[in-house]
């Protein structure tokens, strides 16, 4: 009699089916759960760039209703047309002053050089532009100073109308779709100035 209680006791417990069925499902909730939790970051990433982009309010800048920028009426100072390829997929700060550029003209260069280069990394995304309004060419020690400067001419008034006419001294932002989308005076704070381009860049 106690030999077969021993052996009772002995004897392997027979687990419930049930619950040997349940540790599966379990083991798979739980990697399921965890694949969830790291994809999240990423979808949302993509889902706020390529769906809903977050919406950039303006503290400096002027948001402007889009409208393409007529590249066919851009010309470089060689006389070829600036051609959109050729700036496609950059943001273009374009500003628009008489070749002599005087000292306020010149402090506006010097801030959208400094803008650009203060985005690092992003700097390569945007292209500055002098829109040069009259027929003075401007002096070689200041382009010498501005490198980076694509030098353009307006074949038609039309161009200036749409930059905010022909005597404006406006700072212009065209993003990389080729619109028209932000203006600003040619004397913006600069620290704002710089963390608004950098903000816009980066969509």
């Given at each position: 009699m106690t030999s077969q209680k021993q052996a009772g006791q002995n004897a392997p417990v027979n687990q419930s089916p049930h619950a040997t069925a349940s540790n599966p499902t379990k083991g798979r909730l739980i990697l399921l759960a965890?694949?969830?939790i790291g994809?999240?970051?990423?979808?949302?990433?993509?889902?706020?760039r390529y769906v809903s982009p977050p919406e950039v309010k303006a503290t400096v800048g002027q948001p402007l209703e889009p409208v393409v920028l007529p590249f066919e009426l851009l010309r470089r100072s060689d006389g070829n047309q600036l051609e959109h390829r050729q700036v496609s997929g950059k943001w273009l700060v374009i500003f628009a002053a008489p070749g002599g550029c005087d000292a306020r003209c010149q402090h506006t260069l010097y801030l959208t050089r400094q803008a650009r280069t203060a985005q690092g990394r992003n700097m390569e995304r945007i292209?500055?532009?002098?829109?040069?309004?009259?027929?003075t060419p401007p002096a070689a020690t200041l382009l010498a100073a501005h490198p980076d400067l694509?030098?353009?001419?307006?074949?038609?008034?039309?161009?200036m109308d749409l930059l905010g006419g022909s005597n404006s001294?406006?700072?212009?932002?065209v993003d990389r779709r080729g619109l028209v989308?932000?203006?600003?005076?040619?004397n913006p704070d600069p620290t704002a100035f710089i963390r608004e381009l950098g903000k816009l860049v980066k969509l």
């Open positions: 965890i694949i969830a994809a999240l970051p990423l979808l949302a990433a993509l889902y706020f292209d500055r532009l002098w829109l040069i309004t009259d027929t694509v030098l353009v001419h307006a074949t038609d008034a039309k161009l001294r406006h700072i212009n932002l989308v932000f203006r600003y005076p040619d």
